[in-house]
């Protein structure tokens, strides 16, 4: 796995995540040149350096590079070595923001991941850690990384601007992974949700759910959304308030939603109903696009699907989002690996938005790094 391989050389601040996973899974060395070169503030930003930092943690003998003005990085990757650790998190981001490439990672370690973030928990650029625990674990458990120790618990939660929140998740290693076969999505069955407010009053959760009910109630009868107040420490620093939805069909599939309040002094205020009333529409607007991984997720698939063994993987997607494109190519480049995409418009037995079919042979990744016992 960290065999001396050619690195790779790319340019640009896009995409940085994807670049520095593929690159610790691959154990290719990457360089990034012209981060932000022509910016009045050039160079990687804070929120960056946190996660370069975070991947420094949970491997071992990594070697970064970066140069003055902090435009260029040169990453080796080292061993994927896990273990209790404990990062804070840039406010500038949420939790997700680090969260989502802990999830391609933590199955391949050496040591069983826990971790605990601090930071911004939930805010509107990132998916939030509610919906990440609603959709990707689900996702993981069905290429077989399950088990006790696996979970991501919400114990503070925090709002941007001032953050505060804080996140524990644990992750089982795995040797190989499952092939999975997710070509039919099913009908929805049922809504969940959870409206939180911090630092408000707590009947803004309530007017939350009864604006979100007023549009899903024509629908569906089966919708609870859980109203999550918290006070004191595990409020955080700033105030806000947010929905996040997730809709689970017949076969297992989940698909989900969210939105967040402007952060304090940013914006105009946000009434609790347009909010609740706005996620509500985006939810539905997810389960017209469909497929069998939500949109949030599609990458993560994808990889997991990537790394599989030597067998074939097939998941039906809605439309590809642009960063699932993108991620797409940098799978090629890493692993030499494409997929056959194939279209599906919708008609007699696929309703909503034109689907896509996923295939693809794994490449047979084996975790090395895994402790025999």
Known sequence: M?????????????????????????????????????????????????????????????????????????????????????????????????????????????HPLRIVLRGVTNDQVDPSVDVLKATALPLLKQ??????????????????????????????????????????????????GTAYSVRVSPQMANRIVDSARSILNKFIPDIYIYTDHMKGINSGKSPGFGLSLVAETTNGTFLSAELASNPQGQGAAMLPEDLGRNCARLLLEEIYRGGCVDSTNQSLALLLMTLGQQDVSKVLLGPLSPYTIEFLRHLKSFFQIMFKIETKPCGEELKGGDKVLMTCVGVGFSNLSKTLK
């Open 2 to 110: 960290a065999t001396q391989a050619h690195s790779l050389s790319y340019s640009g601040c896009n995409f940085l995540r994807q670049r520095l996973v593929l690159s610790t899974l691959s154990g290719r060395p990457v360089k990034i040149r012209k981060i932000r070169a022509r910016d009045d503030n050039p160079g990687l930003r804070d929120f960056e350096a946190s996660f370069i930092r975070l991947l420094d943690k949970v491997t071992n003998g990594s070697r970064i590079e970066i140069n003055q003005t902090g435009t260029t990085l040169y990453y080796q990757p080292g061993l994927l070595y896990g273990g209790s650790m404990e990062h804070d998190c840039s406010v500038l981001r949420s939790i997700g923001y680090y969260l989502e490439s802990l999830l391609c990672l933590a199955p391949f370690m050496k």
């Open 143 to 192: 290429f077989g990384i399950d088990g006790e120790s696996f979970e991501l618990k919400v114990l503070r939660r925090g709002m941007p601007p001032g953050g505060g929140g804080e996140v524990f998740f644990s992750c089982p290693v795995r040797k190989v992974l499952k092939p999975i076969q997710l070509i039919d999505p099913g009908k929805i069955r049922r809504i969940r």
